[in-house]
Protein backbone atom coordinates (compact mmCIF):
# COMPACT_ATOMS: atom_id res chain seq x y z
CA UNK A 1 0.00 0.00 0.00
CA UNK A 2 2.95 2.48 0.72
CA UNK A 3 4.35 1.84 -2.81
CA UNK A 4 1.22 2.01 -4.18
CA UNK A 5 0.97 5.69 -1.95
CA UNK A 6 4.34 7.02 -3.15
CA UNK A 7 3.78 5.88 -6.89
CA UNK A 8 0.42 8.23 -6.95
CA UNK A 9 2.16 11.02 -5.39
CA UNK A 10 5.40 10.34 -7.78
CA UNK A 11 2.45 10.78 -10.54
CA UNK A 12 0.69 13.31 -9.76
CA UNK A 13 3.76 15.39 -8.89
CA UNK A 14 4.96 14.63 -12.87
CA UNK A 15 1.50 15.74 -13.59
CA UNK A 16 1.72 18.61 -12.53
CA UNK A 17 5.52 19.52 -13.78
CA UNK A 18 4.21 18.36 -17.09
CA UNK A 19 0.86 20.62 -17.27
CA UNK A 20 3.29 23.45 -15.65
CA UNK A 21 5.58 22.89 -18.69
CA UNK A 22 2.86 22.49 -21.07
CA UNK A 23 1.40 26.37 -20.38
CA UNK A 24 4.77 28.10 -20.29
CA UNK A 25 5.79 26.46 -23.87
CA UNK A 26 2.27 27.35 -25.40
CA UNK A 27 2.56 30.72 -24.02
CA UNK A 28 6.39 31.63 -24.95
CA UNK A 29 5.45 29.85 -28.33
CA UNK A 30 2.57 32.23 -28.24
CA UNK A 31 4.50 35.40 -27.33
CA UNK A 32 7.07 34.87 -29.88
CA UNK A 33 4.04 35.04 -32.37
CA UNK A 34 2.30 38.09 -30.72
CA UNK A 35 6.02 39.92 -30.96
CA UNK A 36 6.82 38.65 -34.75
CA UNK A 37 2.72 39.61 -35.52
CA UNK A 38 3.48 42.93 -34.47
CA UNK A 39 6.89 43.68 -35.33
CA UNK A 40 5.75 43.13 -39.02
CA UNK A 41 2.93 45.35 -39.12
CA UNK A 42 3.07 48.64 -40.78
CA UNK A 43 3.64 51.90 -39.17
CA UNK A 44 0.67 53.68 -38.33
CA UNK A 45 2.20 56.97 -38.85
CA UNK A 46 4.16 55.87 -42.44
CA UNK A 47 1.29 56.98 -44.60
CA UNK A 48 0.87 60.44 -42.59
CA UNK A 49 5.01 60.93 -42.64
CA UNK A 50 5.34 60.16 -46.43
CA UNK A 51 2.18 63.19 -46.52
CA UNK A 52 4.28 65.43 -45.15
CA UNK A 53 7.43 64.89 -47.26
CA UNK A 54 5.06 65.40 -50.08
CA UNK A 55 4.16 68.54 -48.67
CA UNK A 56 7.81 69.76 -48.01
CA UNK A 57 9.26 68.41 -51.31
CA UNK A 58 6.93 70.06 -53.55
CA UNK A 59 5.81 73.68 -53.41
CA UNK A 60 2.18 73.40 -53.48
CA UNK A 61 0.44 76.79 -53.83
CA UNK A 62 -3.03 75.84 -55.63
CA UNK A 63 -6.23 75.00 -53.69
CA UNK A 64 -6.99 71.80 -55.59
CA UNK A 65 -3.39 70.74 -54.63
CA UNK A 66 -3.92 71.81 -51.28
CA UNK A 67 -7.46 69.73 -50.92
CA UNK A 68 -5.64 67.05 -52.71
CA UNK A 69 -3.17 67.22 -49.55
CA UNK A 70 -6.11 67.34 -46.86
CA UNK A 71 -7.74 64.14 -48.35
CA UNK A 72 -4.47 62.29 -48.19
CA UNK A 73 -4.03 63.47 -44.67
CA UNK A 74 -7.44 62.37 -43.40
CA UNK A 75 -6.74 59.13 -45.46
CA UNK A 76 -3.57 58.87 -43.43
CA UNK A 77 -5.14 59.31 -40.13
CA UNK A 78 -8.04 56.89 -41.10
CA UNK A 79 -5.26 54.59 -41.72
CA UNK A 80 -4.06 55.23 -38.48
CA UNK A 81 -7.02 54.01 -36.40
CA UNK A 82 -7.74 51.42 -38.75
CA UNK A 83 -4.33 49.78 -37.92
CA UNK A 84 -4.98 50.53 -34.58
CA UNK A 85 -8.06 48.98 -34.29
CA UNK A 86 -5.99 45.72 -36.11
CA UNK A 87 -3.67 45.49 -33.29
CA UNK A 88 -6.21 45.12 -30.65
CA UNK A 89 -8.16 42.48 -32.66
CA UNK A 90 -5.08 40.64 -33.13
CA UNK A 91 -4.11 40.84 -29.16
CA UNK A 92 -7.59 40.02 -28.22
CA UNK A 93 -7.31 37.08 -30.76
CA UNK A 94 -4.04 36.15 -29.22
CA UNK A 95 -5.61 35.82 -25.49
CA UNK A 96 -8.24 33.34 -26.84
CA UNK A 97 -5.97 31.00 -28.20
CA UNK A 98 -3.67 30.89 -25.66
CA UNK A 99 -6.66 30.28 -23.18
CA UNK A 100 -8.13 27.53 -25.44
CA UNK A 101 -4.52 25.80 -25.84
CA UNK A 102 -4.38 26.16 -22.21
CA UNK A 103 -7.61 24.44 -21.51
CA UNK A 104 -7.02 21.75 -24.53
CA UNK A 105 -3.68 20.89 -22.92
CA UNK A 106 -4.93 20.74 -19.20
CA UNK A 107 -7.85 18.26 -20.28
CA UNK A 108 -5.81 16.33 -22.63
CA UNK A 109 -3.73 15.80 -19.40
CA UNK A 110 -6.79 15.36 -17.19
CA UNK A 111 -8.20 12.62 -19.81
CA UNK A 112 -4.79 10.40 -19.64
CA UNK A 113 -4.30 10.89 -16.01
CA UNK A 114 -7.77 9.03 -15.70
CA UNK A 115 -7.08 6.91 -18.23
CA UNK A 116 -4.45 5.61 -16.35
CA UNK A 117 -5.99 5.29 -13.26
CA UNK A 118 -9.03 3.07 -14.00
CA UNK A 119 -5.87 0.75 -15.86
CA UNK A 120 -4.40 0.96 -12.36
CA UNK A 121 -7.47 -0.13 -10.85
CA UNK A 122 -8.32 -2.75 -13.36
CA UNK A 123 -4.79 -4.16 -13.16
CA UNK A 124 -4.61 -4.37 -8.96
CA UNK A 125 -8.48 -4.40 -8.65
CA UNK A 126 -10.19 -2.50 -5.57
CA UNK A 127 -8.12 -2.03 -2.21
CA UNK A 128 -10.88 -2.82 0.41
CA UNK A 129 -10.27 -2.51 3.69
CA UNK A 130 -13.44 -3.80 5.22
CA UNK A 131 -16.18 -5.78 3.74
CA UNK A 132 -19.29 -6.31 6.66
CA UNK A 133 -22.07 -8.23 5.18
CA UNK A 134 -25.34 -7.52 7.39
CA UNK A 135 -27.67 -10.36 6.98
CA UNK A 136 -30.45 -8.18 9.42
CA UNK A 137 -29.68 -5.14 7.16
CA UNK A 138 -29.66 -6.94 4.47
CA UNK A 139 -26.80 -4.61 3.00
CA UNK A 140 -22.86 -4.75 2.48
CA UNK A 141 -20.73 -2.50 4.04
CA UNK A 142 -17.32 -2.00 1.59
CA UNK A 143 -14.80 0.77 3.12
CA UNK A 144 -18.02 1.91 4.38
CA UNK A 145 -19.94 2.71 1.65
CA UNK A 146 -23.28 0.80 2.23
CA UNK A 147 -24.99 -1.14 -0.50
CA UNK A 148 -28.58 -2.56 0.06
CA UNK A 149 -29.09 -5.87 -1.70
CA UNK A 150 -32.11 -8.11 -1.71
CA UNK A 151 -32.33 -11.07 -0.22
CA UNK A 152 -30.82 -13.53 -2.87
CA UNK A 153 -28.40 -11.05 -3.98
CA UNK A 154 -27.11 -11.36 -0.07
CA UNK A 155 -27.00 -14.95 -0.04
CA UNK A 156 -24.81 -14.93 -3.15
CA UNK A 157 -22.30 -12.69 -1.53
CA UNK A 158 -22.48 -14.46 1.92
CA UNK A 159 -21.36 -18.02 -0.07
CA UNK A 160 -18.69 -15.74 -2.09
CA UNK A 161 -17.57 -14.54 1.18
CA UNK A 162 -17.50 -17.98 3.24
CA UNK A 163 -15.50 -19.47 -0.03
CA UNK A 164 -12.85 -16.78 0.15
CA UNK A 165 -12.09 -16.90 3.71
CA UNK A 166 -11.67 -20.67 2.81
CA UNK A 167 -9.52 -19.69 -0.15
CA UNK A 168 -11.97 -21.59 -2.48
CA UNK A 169 -12.97 -20.88 -5.88
CA UNK A 170 -16.68 -21.56 -6.72
CA UNK A 171 -18.94 -22.46 -10.20
CA UNK A 172 -21.84 -21.58 -10.57
CA UNK A 173 -22.84 -24.72 -10.11
CA UNK A 174 -21.20 -24.71 -6.47
CA UNK A 175 -23.14 -21.21 -5.87
CA UNK A 176 -26.59 -22.53 -6.65
CA UNK A 177 -25.66 -26.06 -4.50
CA UNK A 178 -24.85 -24.07 -1.58
CA UNK A 179 -27.89 -21.97 -1.35
CA UNK A 180 -30.29 -24.29 -2.73
CA UNK A 181 -28.95 -27.04 -0.73
CA UNK A 182 -28.44 -29.23 -3.73
CA UNK A 183 -25.60 -31.46 -4.79
CA UNK A 184 -23.93 -29.73 -7.06
CA UNK A 185 -24.12 -32.07 -10.07
CA UNK A 186 -27.65 -31.66 -9.81
CA UNK A 187 -27.46 -27.71 -10.15
CA UNK A 188 -26.99 -25.68 -13.28
CA UNK A 189 -23.87 -23.87 -13.97
CA UNK A 190 -26.03 -21.32 -15.79
CA UNK A 191 -28.24 -20.68 -12.70
CA UNK A 192 -25.36 -19.72 -10.30
CA UNK A 193 -24.03 -17.27 -13.14
CA UNK A 194 -27.61 -15.56 -13.15
CA UNK A 195 -26.98 -15.14 -8.92
CA UNK A 196 -23.58 -13.52 -9.91
CA UNK A 197 -25.50 -11.28 -12.53
CA UNK A 198 -27.70 -10.23 -9.88
CA UNK A 199 -25.19 -9.51 -7.52
CA UNK A 200 -23.61 -7.52 -9.77
CA UNK A 201 -26.40 -5.95 -10.73
CA UNK A 202 -27.38 -5.10 -7.28
CA UNK A 203 -24.25 -3.57 -6.50
CA UNK A 204 -24.85 -1.05 -9.20
CA UNK A 205 -21.62 0.66 -10.24
CA UNK A 206 -20.25 -2.13 -13.26
CA UNK A 207 -16.50 -1.32 -12.15
CA UNK A 208 -16.91 -1.62 -8.73
CA UNK A 209 -18.89 -4.77 -9.26
CA UNK A 210 -16.49 -6.50 -11.78
CA UNK A 211 -13.43 -5.83 -9.98
CA UNK A 212 -15.45 -7.06 -6.81
CA UNK A 213 -16.73 -10.07 -7.43
CA UNK A 214 -13.97 -11.96 -10.22
CA UNK A 215 -14.10 -14.12 -12.73
CA UNK A 216 -11.63 -16.41 -13.18
CA UNK A 217 -11.81 -18.42 -16.64
CA UNK A 218 -12.44 -22.24 -16.42
CA UNK A 219 -12.57 -22.14 -12.45
CA UNK A 220 -15.56 -19.94 -11.32
CA UNK A 221 -15.89 -16.77 -8.83
CA UNK A 222 -14.19 -15.31 -6.08
CA UNK A 223 -14.19 -12.29 -4.13
CA UNK A 224 -10.95 -10.00 -4.68
CA UNK A 225 -10.47 -9.00 -1.21
CA UNK A 226 -8.50 -10.21 1.42
CA UNK A 227 -9.42 -13.46 3.68
CA UNK A 228 -9.01 -10.58 7.26
CA UNK A 229 -11.42 -7.90 6.33
CA UNK A 230 -14.56 -9.61 5.82
CA UNK A 231 -16.89 -9.73 8.94
CA UNK A 232 -20.61 -11.07 8.64
CA UNK A 233 -22.99 -10.08 11.12
Given at each position: ?10 A?K????VV???VL??V???A ?6 F ?5 A?A ?8 F ?7 NA ?6 I????G?S???V ?8 F?L??F??A?M ?8 TI?A??R????I ?10 M??R??RAV?IN ?5 L??A ?10 AR????VL ?13 A??C??AA?AT??KR ?7 Q?VS???V ?8 V??V??D ?5
Amino acid sequence: MRANFSSATEALKTGKGVVAGGVLAIVAILAAAAVFLFSNLPDANAFNAKVERLFIENDLTTNAEIKLLEILAQSGTSFSDVLASYRTVIFVLLLFATALMVASLVFLITIVALNRRISAIQRSGIQVASLMISREGRAVYINDLEFQLTEAALETLAVLAEARMDDDVLTGAQIEAVISGRDAADCDEAAGATRVKRLRDALGNQLVSELLVKTIARRGYVLAVPRDVIRMV
